[in-house]
């Protein structure tokens, strides 16, 4: 790009940049050198969402945690398609070994109108501009006989619990069977999260919280929850500072701290 892209969202699209932001930092957990690429191409204060040290740690994980699910997918079903919901700017498409599988990104129109100055469609490569809550969308996605995977990272707290359940709901009835990955927020943590400094600063609503998973099984029969995962869970304990080390594992020993967020796989 001969001049820097000029960044123009509102609100929750804005919020994309905090994860961005994060994982393009040098860092011995995660290494994303699209992210590096894509923030020196556009024009953006960072600065100004005062992104807390302890969150960019998080993302990291999060984001590592959820490539380490897709991989393992993949490599036990080479041919899945695999849907990233709330794609962002994120580079797991890249990230993460391909094999023979197709990949469908879907945001906002707004954002993979952005998203397309840094990623080029290829024949198993695609993008879908939709809201993840309009879900005509589904119907634009033929798996034809592929296996389905579903990732959305740092999505669905920022929906409704009722489109989150038609969400859901609607990924079951079309993918039966599919995987789904994404992370949660209990409901306590949904009530305070507004004070992030990073959300007070885009504007950004947090809606949906939950704390007992096994509340989505009641959702219909054949939904299943296979792992709640926890960051002190994290294999690359060892590999943080001793602050975060000690923090994570003090976490482990209280209930409602440990549940603040974390990660849920099902089958649908």
Same mark, same amino acid.
């Given at each position: 790009? +001969?001049?820097?892209?000029?960044?123009?969202?509102?609100?929750?699209?804005?919020?994309?940049?905090?994860?961005?932001? %994060?994982?393009?930092?040098?860092?011995?957990? /995660?290494?994303?050198?699209? %992210?590096?690429?894509?923030?020196?191409?556009?024009?953006?204060?960072?600065?100004?969402?005062?992104?807390?040290?302890?969150?960019?740690?998080?993302?990291? #994980?999060?984001?590592?945690?959820?490539?380490?699910?897709?991989?393992?997918?993949?490599?036990?079903?080479?041919?899945?398609? &695999?849907?990233?919901?709330?794609?962002?700017?994120?580079?797991?498409?890249?990230? &993460?070994?391909?094999?023979?599988?197709?990949?469908?990104?879907?945001?906002?129109?707004?954002? @993979?109108?952005?998203?397309?100055?840094?990623?080029?469609?290829?024949?198993?490569?695609?993008?879908?501009?939709?809201?993840?809550?309009?879900? %005509?969308?589904?119907?634009?996605? +033929?798996?034809?006989?592929?296996?389905? /995977?579903?990732?959305?990272?740092?999505?669905?707290? !920022?929906?409704?619990?009722?489109? &989150?359940?038609?969400? @859901?709901?609607?990924?079951?009835?079309?993918?039966?069977?599919?995987?789904?990955? /994404?992370?949660?927020?209990?409901? #306590?943590?949904?009530?305070? &999260?507004?004070?992030?400094?990073?959300?007070?600063?885009?504007?950004?609503?947090?809606?949906?919280?939950?704390?007992?998973?096994?509340?989505?099984?009641?959702?219909?029969?054949?939904?299943?929850?296979?792992?709640?995962?926890?960051?002190?869970?994290?294999?690359?304990?060892?590999?943080?500072?001793?602050? !975060?080390?000690?923090?994570?594992?003090?976490?482990?020993?209280?209930?409602?701290?440990?549940?603040?967020?974390?990660?849920?796989?099902?089958?649908?």
């Amino acid at each position: 790009m +001969s001049t820097k892209e000029k960044i123009l969202l509102a609100k929750e699209q804005e919020t994309l940049l905090i994860p961005l932001y %994060a994982k393009a930092q040098d860092n011995p957990l /995660f290494d994303d050198q699209k %992210a590096r690429q894509i923030l020196d191409e556009i024009q953006y204060d960072f600065q100004r969402l005062k992104i807390p040290e302890k969150t960019k740690v998080t993302l990291r #994980m999060r984001a590592k945690k959820l490539d380490g699910y897709t991989a393992e997918f993949i490599a036990s079903h080479p041919d899945t398609l &695999v849907l990233h919901l709330g794609c962002g700017l994120d580079s797991r498409c890249l990230r &993460v070994p391909r094999l023979s599988s197709r990949w469908i990104d879907l945001d906002l129109p707004e954002v @993979i109108e952005l998203r397309r100055k840094f990623y080029p469609e290829t024949d198993s490569y695609r993008m879908i501009a939709a809201s993840v809550t309009d879900l %005509a969308w589904v119907d634009m996605v +033929s798996p034809d006989g592929r296996p389905v /995977f579903v990732v959305a990272e740092g999505l669905l707290m !920022y929906l409704h619990e009722s489109d &989150v359940r038609a969400l @859901i709901l609607r990924l079951h009835q079309k993918f039966s069977g599919c995987g789904f990955v /994404f992370d949660a927020f209990s409901k #306590m943590t949904a009530d305070r &999260v507004h004070a992030h400094p990073s959300l007070q600063k885009t504007g950004a609503s947090i809606h949906w919280g939950i704390d007992d998973p096994h509340l989505i099984e009641q959702w219909s029969e054949g939904i299943h929850l296979k792992e709640e995962w926890f960051f002190s869970q994290s294999d690359d304990l060892d590999r943080l500072s001793w602050f !975060y080390r000690l923090m994570f594992r003090l976490t482990a020993s209280i209930p409602a701290v440990q549940r603040a967020q974390r990660l849920f796989y099902f089958t649908l």
